[in-house]
T-cell receptor
Framework: DVKVTQSSRYLVKRTGEKVFLECVQD?????MFWYRQDPGLGLRLIYF???????EKGDIPEGYSVSREKKERFSLILESASTNQTSMYLC?????????????FGPGTRLTVT | QKEVEQNSGPLSVPEGAIASLNCTYS??????FFWYRQYSGKSPELIMS????GDKEDGRFTAQLNKASQYVSLLIRDSQPSDSATYLC???????????FGKGNQVVVIP
């Protein structure tokens, strides 16, 4: 079974703090993704990565950065947390199989910025 | 037009009935289509993948794909209270590894 883990289930941070969210997958997947999910807005892609040290902006990259130093680990960084970044953050991974593109999600991190 | 659209509003079905969910997409080159189930407070879980026109059955779930009309549907037969969740439709876009997700349909199975 594919396993994607995220470093925290719940996190509370203060405005202006630097926040690190970590994601690890054990399936040797090349592709990894960070989404946020908000009521009424659905899943929105923040950043994704096709390979180690590669990153691509998604639909809402502002205020975020990412790091992928190892194939199995993809980190999301909030440089200076703001209250509008309070959300559920979901990490996913997939293989580059053209026919597949199946994405598998981690359990999510519910971040509250106060 | 949005990339992936799911008809809005919760769907209430009695236990044992069939729940039917529909999804339309805009990208004609899309080749991979998925249904995810998401329980409240949890992350999405992949339940069906379909790549060819026609029907694909897996247990009580059937996915139907019609590329000419650009829609994909999900049928849940013999609905159970444990099927109460939000179902997300996802489609790969632009021939790359990204998926576009619909906003989801909430299904409520009434015992």
């Amino acid at each position: 079974d594919v396993k994607v883990t995220q470093s925290s289930r719940y996190l509370v941070k203060r405005t202006g703090e630097k926040v690190f969210l970590e994601c690890v997958q054990d399936m040797d997947h090349e592709n990894m993704f960070w989404y946020r999910q908000d009521p009424g807005l659905g899943l929105r892609l923040i950043y994704f990565s096709y390979d180690v040290k590669m990153k691509e902006k998604g639909d809402i990259p502002e205020g975020y950065s990412v790091s992928r130093e190892k194939k199995e680990r993809f980190s999301l960084i909030l440089e200076s947390a703001s209250t509008n970044q309070t959300s559920m953050y979901l990490c996913a991974s997939s293989s580059p199989d053209r026919r597949s593109y199946e994405q598998y999600f981690g359990p999510g991190t519910r971040l509250t910025v106060t | 037009q949005k990339e992936v659209e799911q008809n809005s509003g919760p769907l209430s079905v009695p236990e044992g009935a069939i729940a039917s969910l529909n999804c339309t997409y805009s990208d004609r080159v899309s080749q991979s289509f998925f249904w995810y189930r998401q329980y409240s407070g949890k992350s999405p879980e992949l339940i069906m993948s379909i790549y060819s026109n026609g029907d694909k059955e897996d247990g009580r779930f059937t996915a139907q794909l019609n590329k000419a009309s650009q829609y994909v549907s999900l049928l849940i037969r013999d609905s159970q209270p444990s099927d109460s969740a939000t179902y997300l439709c996802a489609v790969n876009i632009q021939g790359n590894n990204r998926l576009a997700f619909g906003k989801g349909n909430q299904v409520v199975v009434i015992p």
